[in-house]
């Protein structure tokens, strides 16, 4: 079974109540991984990614990684022009994963 088909089976078993701490969980997790953050450093999901140090090329890593864990394709107008992770959840919860989100 596909990494892809792992992240979406996981979040349709969860109760709808957990399903948006395992997407921000998910989603947090590749930004501190591609910022090779420690386990202890703090995310703040509502800073700009350009203020956290990210550069376009590292934008549109986390994008492809994103993509390939959720099986979509994401917007790149989305991740450029509302750039914090809290945008990018709301944009997957309404857009992307609507049908298995609360």
Not at 28 to 54: H, K, W
Not at 64 to 74: K, N, V
Not at 78 to 96: G, Q, R
């Amino acid at each position: 079974m596909s990494e892809q088909a792992l992240v979406v089976e996981k979040l349709s078993e969860l109760p709808r109540s957990e399903r948006s701490e395992y997407l921000e969980d998910l989603v947090v997790a590749e930004f501190r991984d591609v910022l090779l953050m420690g386990g202890d450093e703090e995310f703040p999901i509502d800073q700009s990614y350009f203020s956290l140090g990210f550069t376009s090329l590292r934008i549109m890593e986390v994008k492809t990684r994103l993509e390939a864990l959720l099986g979509c394709t994401l917007s790149t107008n989305v991740l450029f022009n509302k750039p914090t992770v809290e945008n990018l959840l709301e944009y997957l919860a309404d857009e992307v994963l609507g049908d298995l989100m609360p």
